[in-house]
């Protein structure tokens, strides 16, 4: 049983060298406009590809599959190690709670995550079938760094310095269902019982 | 007056001597030239402790050797902080964002709102009803320093003003009156 796991991108990635409308302009009296007309202004990055992944579908007795919805925005005018705070904050919470959090943070990165997320949500629900609003946790929350742009920055003297202005990129995953219960956390006895494991699973090398 | 004792014995005379010069010193002490305490109505000056002569000498040595010996007690890292002992500081508990756990519910309008900080939703509300009540109070007086000496009443659609708000200025709000704004 073979089927296309990215139907419509491997279409495009057989089909995109050959553009019809390329060879219809050479003997038609119109001639080629050569504006863009194409929608897509940036390259697209590899997560927001993420949400084109189309799968197959599922058999009668399988588990239902969660949905999962990948959303991001970039250049945000803000620190990326400041914002990778926020991202530890809400990481593994249901989508109220970490909303909560981010309403009454006094940081500049919460506005900026807030919006992201109440996109994140209105696209769920309209684009990918999810049922309930509120029924969806963070997955998975990062911070990645975006285009950086030196400046010079006077001091006294006739001495200058070298600035950065920095700016980041934020990727949110949102999956649908309740957030798992959180890891119990390492205990000695966990660790103790580890060590002898790895005691255990020894073999003896280069021998019978 | 100058008392001449006759030919004392050698011990003696020398003992007497010592003690007229004591003595001299004590009255005269100009008289000698040598170094002593000042003479006469002296002011009470603070003066340095110590005597000017033998600090000038050192005074421009003072600064270059200071200037010189701070850079080499100034502290500066000996080695370049590795990434991992970079992280262990950044992702300490201590640094990451504590959850807040003092969040409810409004029971007016439904929105988030701090235990022990208004609603910003029905602040945002209040506030807009408000400056439109300011509104009319500046079209009533017309400019600044006007403002009566009596008590303001606001009143909205269709209502009257009551006997015990006789000599009360009456302000007249064109709308209906917010189910929030309560008239006593």
């Known amino acids: 049983l073979c089927y296309f796991p990215a139907g419509s991108a491997w279409a495009c990635g057989l089909l995109g060298w050959a553009r019809p409308e390329r060879w219809l302009a050479l003997g038609s009296l119109f001639p080629l406009s050569c504006i863009h007309t194409s929608t897509s202004l940036q390259k697209l990055g590899n997560w927001e590809k993420k949400n084109r992944i ?3 579908p599922q058999l009668p007795g399988e588990p239902r599959r969660p949905a999962e919805i990948y959303h991001c925005r970039r250049e945000i005018k ?6 990778w705070y926020l991202a530890k904050l809400i990481k593994g919470m249901s989508i109220d709670q970490a909303l909560a959090q981010l309403e009454f943070s006094d940081k500049k990165g919460a506005k900026v995550i807030k919006e992201v997320l109440l996109e994140a949500q209105d696209m769920a629900v309209r684009n990918h079938n999810v049922e309930f609003k509120s029924n969806l946790h963070i997955a998975e929350s990062l911070t990645g760094r975006g285009r950086y742009v030196k400046r010079i920055r006077y001091h006294g003297k006739g001495m200058f310095g070298i600035m950065k202005i920095v700016r980041c990129h934020y990727f949110v995953k949102l999956v649908e269902g309740p957030p798992p219960p959180p890891e119990p956390p390492r205990t000695g006895f966990d660790q103790a019982k580890e060590y002898v494991q790895q005691l255990r699973s020894r073999t003896l090398v280069n021998t019978l | 007056a100058l008392l001449v004792v006759s030919a004392p014995l050698p011990r003696l005379r020398g003992l007497f001597q010592r003690c007229w010069e004591r003595l001299e010193r004590g009255l005269f002490p100009g008289s000698s030239g040598g170094l002593s305490l000042p003479w006469g109505p002296a002011l009470a000056v603070q003066g340095p402790a110590f005597l000017p002569e033998p600090v000038s000498e ?11 010996d701070s850079i080499l007690w100034m502290a500066a890292p000996k080695k370049r902080r590795t990434i991992e002992v970079n992280r262990c500081r950044r992702r300490n508990p201590n640094k990451l964002i504590k959850i807040k756990r003092n969040i409810d519910v409004c029971p007016e309008c439904g929105n988030l709102k701090q235990k022990h900080v208004l609603c910003g939703y ?41 006997e015990e708000d006789g000599g009360k200025r009456i302000i007249e709000r064109a709308s209906k009156r917010p189910s929030w704004f309560i008239q006593n």
């Open chain 1, 54 to 56: 189309v799968y197959p």
């Open chain 2, 58 to 68: 050192a005074r421009e040595g003072d600064e270059a050797p200071s200037f010189l």
């Open chain 2, 122 to 162: 029905c602040y945002k509300k209040v506030k807009a009803e408000t400056r439109l009540i300011r509104l009319e109070i500046q079209k009533k007086e017309g400019g600044p320093f006007n403002t009566p000496t009596v008590e303001t009443v606001v009143l909205y659609d269709g209502e009257k003003p009551r």
């Open chain 1, 78 to 83: 803000y620190s990326k190690d400041k914002m």
